[in-house]
């Protein structure tokens, strides 16, 4: 996100200056004291998520799960091999091919690749089973997006989602988008994800939007020790320009202005994805 503070007026009378208000959504010290912590937690989010998607896609197969493969049959095929085809986004060279062919083995198999997706952030993975031969081909189709709908002038997809078009559905990347929605005010964005047969899937944005502006004015003692009153008034606007950017607007002056010690201030914070 790239963000903008445009200082404006600033009159002293002394080297003291009061606090300037502090940018709607800034990033303060108790959030990067805690960032690997938030991040671990988001990653077990987006990692749930995933899999929900992939279950999703998967409740019309018939593939074994975990607790069918007791049931599964692990004798070897005869002459065969297997081959894997069409992973592109993960590194193919981290799955060990068995060097027995059985239905129990290539269902392993199968979920591993699943895993190494879902912990990649991509989901909606299809694979197929094609026997060619002498050989078991695996053929992993990765879900990309169709299209993205749901838009108005405070989620701008196409900020949000550049060049989502045909990208890989990756959990971390709609998340990504859905999080800078939610930043501005008055933004309360969610999303569903429909696949298709053809491997693609279409996001469905949903929002249940409330007021886009906001604005209020306080008093605190925060100003120098020669005159701690100080009145502060800030205001923002969401998406001014339809871009899903934001405006905020702040100004503070020391209460009392007649014993020579006053400080006064204004600035502009402007944000964009």
């Given at each position: ?5 445009f200082?404006l007026?600033v ?5 003291q200056?009061?606090?300037?208000p ?13 960032r ?5 937690i ?5 990692e749930?998520s995933a ?9 019309s197969?018939?593939q074994?799960?975990?607790q069918?493969t007791?049931?599964?049959n692990s004798?070897c095929?005869?002459?065969q091999?297997i081959?894997l085809?069409?992973i ?20 392993k ?20 089973f ?19 709908t749901?838009g108005?002038r ?17 959990i971390?990347y709609?998340?990504q988008?859905?999080?800078q ?6 933004n309360?964005?969610?999303?569903d994800v429909?696949?298709?047969?053809d491997?693609?899937?279409s ?6 939007k409330s007021?886009?502006?906001f604005?209020?004015v306080?008093i605190?003692?925060k ?17 001014p ?29 402007y944000?964009l994805?």
């Open positions: 996100m790239k963000h903008v503070i200082p007026i009159l002293s009378a002394t080297t200056a009061a606090d300037l502090t940018p709607p959504n800034a990033i303060n010290d108790e959030w990067r004291n805690n690997q912590e938030i991040r671990a988001e990653d077990a989010q987006r749930e899999w929900k998607l992939q279950q999703k896609q998967n409740s197969t018939t074994p799960d975990e069918n007791q049931s599964e004798e095929l005869p002459n091999k081959q085809q069409g592109t986004l993960v590194d193919a060279h981290t799955f060990r091919l068995p060097e027995c062919v059985s239905e129990a083995n290539l269902n198999l199968s979920r591993e690749i699943t895993a190494a997706y879902i912990k990649a952030g991509f989901a909606g993975t299809q694979i197929d094609i026997q060619q031969d002498d050989t078991v081909i695996f053929k992993v189709k990765e879900m990309r997006i169709r299209e993205i749901g108005s405070t989620v701008n997809i196409g900020t949000l989602f550049p060049n989502h078009k045909n990208q890989p559905v990756n971390r709609l998340d988008g859905i999080e929605a939610n930043k501005l005010t008055g309360q964005v969610s999303m429909y696949p298709h047969d491997g693609t899937a996001i469905a944005l949903q929002n249940q007021k886009g502006w604005g209020q306080a605190d003692n100003g120098n020790k020669n005159n701690r009153g100080v009145i502060r008034a800030n205001a923002g606007v969401a998406s320009l339809g871009l899903s950017d934001s405006v905020y607007l702040g100004a503070y002056s020391n209460t009392a202005q007649g014993n020579g010690h006053f400080n006064r201030g204004a600035n502009i914070y944000s994805p």
